[in-house]
């Protein structure tokens, strides 16, 4: 296959992985929140948080880089559920617990006051970003340990942590040592999304099923992140032929909603066009211009133009497998789609 490792790094570290400066404000509008929860509660209610609980896509570090600021940062709250309770000692609905964290927060200096949703109050911010603070109290069990409820319809069992966790062990798990770091599971996951959102057109799954796909079928190679995408967009096809929906990790439920799910359709159809694109590298007389300009085509940029010199040439192609030797991949000129 040829070599673009050094290319596709290059995309991710620049174009697809969050920069400091970015996670520095996120990490201020999160603090801000907390502050605002933490004070607005203390003095309406008198009520205080045990603590709050960072979570989703931020916690698991695969956020990625949006062109339109439109980041999502969970930062839960959490409180004992003895404390939820209104004036005369009856205890609050998980609807009554989000509305009372959603007045906590409320400030004249948003132009679009934060509202309260099924499964949080959602805070917006003027850059185009938002931060979700789902609510949750703290119970006992009758084995003497805790646990979390999530105010949503009504009062959820719940595990924020857990995914986290469960996210690291399979990273650190099936990552190659790479100078002293195991991270190129959490980059291949960053890139998925990247693809998964390189076309507003598109209906993808959420940022969580990719997730979970990309840990199912990630295709590790110490030095070779193109092969590496490549393979585990590859497996994540082929498991998408056979079966569209999707389970939750750490929970017993589905993610998906039903067998066939328009965003799972819509995922397997792209990653197979991606994948015909991707044809040209491993091809023996492919050239640098034409495996840049398939990789171009499938995160729809011209970042990768940055790399050809005059001729539009480059290195020759590096055939290269986890075993060392050539491999057999097969070409399939199947025709028809569509590219975003």
Same mark, same amino acid.
């Given at each position: 296959?040829?070599d673009?490792?050094?290319?596709?790094?290059?995309?991710?570290?620049?174009?697809?992985r969050?920069?400091?400066?970015?996670?520095?404000?996120?990490?201020?509008?999160?603090?801000?929140?907390?502050?605002?929860?933490?004070?607005?509660?203390?003095?309406s209610?008198?009520l205080?948080?045990?603590?709050?609980l960072?979570?989703?896509?931020?916690?698991?570090?695969?956020?990625?880089?949006?062109?339109?600021?439109?980041?999502?940062?969970?930062?839960?709250v959490?409180f004992k559920?003895?404390?939820?309770?209104?004036?005369?000692?009856?205890?609050?609905?998980?609807?009554?617990?989000?509305q009372?964290v959603c007045q906590?927060?409320?400030?004249?200096r948003?132009?679009?006051?934060p509202?309260?949703?099924t499964?949080?109050?959602?805070?917006?911010?003027?850059?185009?970003?938002?931060?979700?603070?789902p609510v949750?109290?703290?119970r006992?069990?009758?084995?003497?340990g805790t646990y979390?409820?999530?105010a949503?319809?009504e009062?959820?069992?719940?595990?924020?942590?857990a995914?986290?966790?469960?996210?690291?062990?399979?990273?650190q798990?099936?990552?190659?040592?790479e100078?002293?770091t195991?991270?190129?599971m959490?980059r291949?996951?960053?890139?998925?999304?990247?693809f998964?959102k390189s076309?507003e057109s598109?209906?993808?799954?959420s940022?969580f &099923? !990719?997730?979970?796909l990309?840990?199912? *079928?990630?295709? @590790? =190679?110490?030095?070779?992140e193109? #092969?590496?995408?490549?393979?585990?967009?590859?497996?994540?096809?082929?498991?998408?032929?056979?079966?569209l929906?999707?389970r939750?990790?750490?929970?017993?439920?589905?993610l998906?909603?039903t067998?066939?799910?328009?965003?799972?359709?819509?995922?397997?159809?792209?990653?197979?066009?991606?994948?015909?694109?991707l044809? &040209? !590298?491993?091809?023996?007389?492919?050239t *640098?211009?034409a @495996? =840049?300009?398939?990789?171009?085509? #499938?995160?729809?940029?011209?970042?990768?133009d940055?790399?050809?010199?005059?001729?539009?040439?480059g290195?020759g192609?590096t055939?290269?497998t986890?075993?060392?030797?050539?491999?057999?991949?097969?070409?399939?000129?199947?025709?028809g789609?569509r590219y975003g």
């Amino acid at each position: 296959m040829f070599d673009c490792s050094r290319e596709i790094r290059a995309f991710h570290d620049e174009k697809v992985r969050l920069s400091e400066a970015v996670q520095d404000k996120l990490r201020g509008h999160r603090d801000a929140n907390r502050e605002r929860v933490t004070n607005g509660l203390k003095a309406s209610h008198g009520l205080t948080p045990i603590s709050f609980l960072i979570q989703g896509s931020y916690d698991m570090q695969t956020i990625i880089q949006q062109p339109k600021n439109d980041y999502d940062i969970d930062d839960g709250v959490i409180f004992k559920a003895d404390d939820l309770h209104g004036p005369q000692g009856g205890q609050w609905t998980p609807l009554q617990v989000r509305q009372v964290v959603c007045q906590a927060v409320q400030d004249p200096r948003f132009k679009k006051a934060p509202e309260v949703r099924t499964n949080c109050v959602r805070v917006y911010y003027e850059e185009g970003h938002n931060v979700d603070i789902p609510v949750y109290r703290q119970r006992s069990s009758i084995l003497g340990g805790t646990y979390l409820e999530l105010a949503s319809v009504e009062w959820r069992q719940s595990n924020p942590k857990a995914v986290t966790e469960w996210f690291d062990t399979q990273v650190q798990t099936h990552s190659p040592d790479e100078e002293g770091t195991k991270q190129q599971m959490r980059r291949q996951v960053r890139l998925l999304k990247a693809f998964a959102k390189s076309r507003e057109s598109w209906n993808m799954p959420s940022g969580f &099923i !990719l997730s979970v796909l990309a840990s199912e *079928k990630y295709h @590790a =190679l110490a030095g070779r992140e193109d #092969v590496s995408f490549y393979e585990t967009i590859r497996g994540i096809h082929s498991r998408l032929e056979w079966d569209l929906t999707v389970r939750h990790p750490v929970v017993d439920e589905a993610l998906t909603k039903t067998a066939e799910d328009a965003s799972m359709v819509e995922l397997k159809t792209q990653l197979k066009q991606a994948l015909e694109s991707l044809v &040209i !590298l491993h091809d023996r007389d492919c050239t *640098k211009k034409a @495996a =840049l300009q398939a990789w171009g085509k #499938v995160f729809n940029t011209d970042f990768f133009d940055k790399f050809l010199d005059d001729e539009g040439k480059g290195r020759g192609p590096t055939i290269l497998t986890t075993s060392g030797k050539q491999p057999q991949f097969p070409v399939k000129k199947e025709g028809g789609g569509r590219y975003g």
